[in-house]
């Protein structure tokens, strides 16, 4: 296994596109949530907007880069005919995919965390400038504050459980493009659906499956009695989705041919 792991590494760290693929999930993920923390006023006497929620929105926008690095990491294998290689090198093929899991876990560690510290300390400045914080009855956002520590270790485990998904879907599916439209669907349909349902009950049933909107509610430090899911069953249906995904893309790594 940790053969099959450095082999990964090699190959993840020479990739010129890999880097730029973690700096724009970094770069596009802090953008997004100063973006939303500019944007956000409270004109009213009382603020009941999430804070952590806020500061962290830019995770749906990077999300999508760690889809496609993800992705990349097992389809262009297909694409340049390089599985071949690695399927001679490692005949093992479960422990492959296993490889990839951790070298892809291990850089969108990395770039979620800082992702995630960037836009925690934009949420730290922006807030109490706008009076958003004094309005709201809330306090500057801290690592310090549970359920702020909860949101922002949650934040960086969802990115990673993404990723995770994305690897699983690129081995069933193979192809690049097919495999990102196959996790933007699942990611951004859900949410979409429920919108257009007027039932509430029905609303809340596909946001409790949805692998984003249930994810997400691990970001919650406000309302959070309200949700239809709580932050870490959230959590959780979007870890069953990526052990779905995997095992599904393990099963047919290993009985398929390259």
């Given at each position: ?58 995770i749906?926008?990077?999300q ?33 995919l ?81 495999a ?63 052990t ?15």
């Amino acid at each position: 296994m940790s053969a099959a792991v450095h082999a990964e590494w090699t190959k993840a760290r020479t990739l010129a596109g890999n880097g730029w693929l973690l700096l724009a999930t970094v770069a596009l993920t802090v953008g997004l949530s100063i973006g939303v923390l500019l944007a956000t006023t409270c004109s009213r006497t009382e603020c009941d907007l999430d804070p952590a929620r806020l500061t962290f929105s830019g995770i749906q926008l990077g999300q999508v880069i760690v889809a496609v690095l993800a992705v990349a990491a097992m389809s262009g294998e297909y694409s340049t005919g390089m599985i071949r290689t690695t399927l001679a090198a490692t005949p093992r093929r479960p422990v492959v995919l296993a490889a990839k899991a951790v070298v892809v876990t291990g850089m969108v560690l990395v770039a979620g965390s800082v992702a995630v510290s960037g836009s925690l300390l934009a949420g730290r400045v922006i807030l109490p400038s706008n009076a958003f914080l004094a309005l709201g009855g809330h306090h500057v956002l801290s690592l310090t504050d549970g359920p702020t520590l909860r949101a922002a270790f949650g934040s960086v485990l969802y990115l990673i459980l993404i990723a995770l998904l994305s690897l699983g879907v690129a081995a069933v599916v193979r192809d690049s493009a097919a495999a990102v439209g196959v996790v933007l669907g699942l990611l951004y349909l859900f949410p979409i659906a429920a919108l257009m349902i007027n039932d509430p009950e029905w609303q809340r049933h596909l946001n409790q499956v949805a692998p984003m909107s249930a994810g997400l509610a691990v970001q919650a430090t406000v309302g959070i009695a309200d949700l239809p899911i709580g932050p870490w069953p959230g959590l959780g249906v979007l870890a069953i989705w990526a052990t779905v995904a995997l095992a599904a893309g393990g099963l047919l790594l290993w009985r398929r041919d390259a």
